[in-house]
């Protein structure tokens, strides 16, 4: 259920009832997604919705993105793409994940376009438009070096060079890079100028490389078409001037606040021994709604923090399917009381230090958030 406008009473309901409250920041989508177009400009910046927005809520987001100005959009399935289709109807959508054997014919009634990555496809997608008479557009993938997706360098060039006998014209030659968030990775420029002879061999047809962090990496990188996706849900840019907004806020509530004795141990496994009398105050939220059971802690390794009456305090023991403890042992005496929300994600908790904390990635932080959140949504 969404809640549009929620009064701080409303709010605290809606907890009570949910356990936690996910919110997402339309308008700061929004103006990620301005400020990268800004950034790649004249290359035109498309938006990957893939996932459902990175688990954001494509049915919100992707209009969000269109009001923006976005025009291009990628996902990785067919089911999103007609998902996507219905919620914009003047859309370009590209499926990244190309076509499944007997798809074609699917693509072409919603007027998708299909990302071809190998011969067969190639050859499905030519035959579905003789069959039609239709030209439908779609893209190539060109792999350039992460040797997941995509037509070999030579199967490129052989398809450039007989360009005349494809029954369909290509609208985007693309190939995707594997290493642009680590900076200095020398399989970057490599990627790079392979793509760029690609791009040179299918000239007339607009080319893109870019994911996120291609698009903070030097105009060479931005060809005619950039395609960001964790940038605009408030992943941590590379280039760290670059000022995009958090999108993301996760708060749940405190059930209880109890005291523990120096020498207890916390949670499952008794894996944490606490080191001095403590207060702890046990929140509504588990590895069941996406916080990873890894962001726990031990004696040997600090865990995830959350914001505590404006205080960021650690997680103490492991976090069970349905609830995480807190050390709050550090705030004053009466600081917390049972029902007040403690904030896992937001303003000075990203999803990459999330991420960090448990030894993963924003991307799947955000992916894995649970399906029983209250989601709220802001700039709707
Ligand atoms: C997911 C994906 C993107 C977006 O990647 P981000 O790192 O989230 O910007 C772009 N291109 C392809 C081919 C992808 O699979």
Redesign the pocket.
């Known amino acids: 259920m969404t809640v549009a406008h929620t009064s701080p009473n409303q709010m605290a309901h809606a907890v009570n009832r949910a356990g936690a409250i996910l919110t997402v920041d339309l308008t700061a989508i929004a103006e990620n997604w301005k400020t990268i177009a800004a950034r790649v400009a004249p290359a035109e910046c498309a938006a ?1 919705v ?1 996932a459902n927005a ?1 688990g954001l809520g494509i049915d919100h987001v992707a209009p969000a993105l269109w009001q923006a100005g976005a025009r291009t959009f ?1 996902v ?1 399935h067919l089911q999103e793409a007609i998902t996507l289709r219905a919620l914009l109807p003047e859309a370009v959508i590209y499926v ?1 994940n190309g076509l499944l054997p007997g798809s074609a014919f699917e693509f072409s009634a919603h007027d998708l376009r299909p ?1 071809l990555g190998s011969l067969p496809e190639i050859g499905e997608w030519s035959a579905q438009c003789r069959a039609t008479g239709l030209d439908q557009p779609a893209a190539l ?1 060109v792999d350039t070096g992460m040797h997941r ?1 995509g037509l070999s360098l030579e199967e490129a060039a052989h398809i450039a060079q007989e360009r005349a006998a494809l029954r369909f014209t290509p609208s985007l030659v ?1 190939s ?1 890079l594997a290493c642009a ?1 680590t900076p200095g990775h020398k399989l970057t420029p490599l990627q790079q100028e392979r793509f760029a002879q690609v791009a040179q061999q299918f000239s007339g047809i607009r080319a893109s490389l870019a ?5 903070q990496l030097d105009a060479r990188y931005h060809f005619d078409l950039v ?5 605009l849900y408030g ?1 941590r840019a590379i280039d760290e001037t670059m000022p995009l907004h958090p999108v993301v806020r996760l708060n749940a509530p405190v059930i209880q606040v109890r005291t523990a004795a120096a020498g207890e141990t916390v949670g499952y496994g008794a894996s944490e021994r606490l080191k001095r009398d403590s207060r702890l105050a046990v929140v509504h939220i588990g590895y069941a709604d996406g916080l990873f059971r890894a962001a726990g802690s031990s004696d040997a390794r600090k865990g995830a923090q959350v914001v505590l009456d404006g205080t960021l305090c650690p997680l103490v023991g492991r976090i069970s399917m349905d609830l995480a403890t807190v050390d709050i042992t550090d705030l004053p005496e009466d600081a917390v009381a049972r029902g007040m929300t403690a904030e896992f994600l937001g303003a000075s908790i990203g999803v990459d230090d999330l991420a960090e904390k448990a030894g993963t990635i924003s ?1 799947e932080v955000l992916t894995s958030l649970g399906g029983r959140y209250q989601r709220r949504y802001l700039g709707d």
């Open positions: 990957v893939k990175y990628f990785a990244l990302v993938h997706l693309m995707h968030d994911n996120s962090a291609g698009t395609r960001p996706g964790i940038l992943g991307y």
